[in-house]
């Protein structure tokens, strides 16, 4: 499996970079942009009409790719849905929408403080 197959949110960890074609110079990219062994990659969108993939590698790197160099990268995908990146206690969620369901939720909450407070305030006025 490759990194091509992965659908748009989804992580796994490269597991090496094959030279195919002998396009040396596109594996030496790859390598120079972090996409090393052991290393996380998520897919985070994926252009139409075959076009390239803007993908995540590490914790904060994102590049985009041609389909065929995605091809070059094969993954190892039998890890967590969330992986801990040695670089820091970050976490990438399993997928985007899992992220926007986090943000709503945060959203909510200082809505909802925001709510309290203009109703204490109002309270404290009116006595």
């Known amino acids: 499996m490759n990194v091509a197959d992965l659908k748009i949110g989804q992580i796994a960890i490269v597991d090496q970079v094959l030279n195919i074609n002998c396009e040396q110079g596109i594996v030496q990219r790859l390598t120079a942009m972090g996409v090393v062994s052991d290393k996380p990659v998520q897919v ?7 076009g390239p993939l803007h993908i995540r590698v590490g914790a904060t790197t994102e590049i985009a790719i041609r389909p065929h160099e995605a091809e070059m ?5 039998d890890r967590n849905d969330e992986i801990n990146f040695s670089e ?13 369901e986090k943000f709503k939720i945060v959203l909510l909450l200082i809505l909802i403080s ?5 109703i204490t305030e109002l309270l404290v006025w009116n006595y």
Do not use: H, W
Request: aromatic content about 4%.
């Open 44 to 50: 985070l969108r994926k252009a139409k009409f075959n």
């Open 73 to 77: 990268i094969v993954i190892k995908t």
């Open 88 to 100: 820091g206690s970050q976490m990438i969620p399993r997928s985007i929408i899992e992220l926007i």
């Open 114 to 118: 925001i709510v309290i407070l203009i």
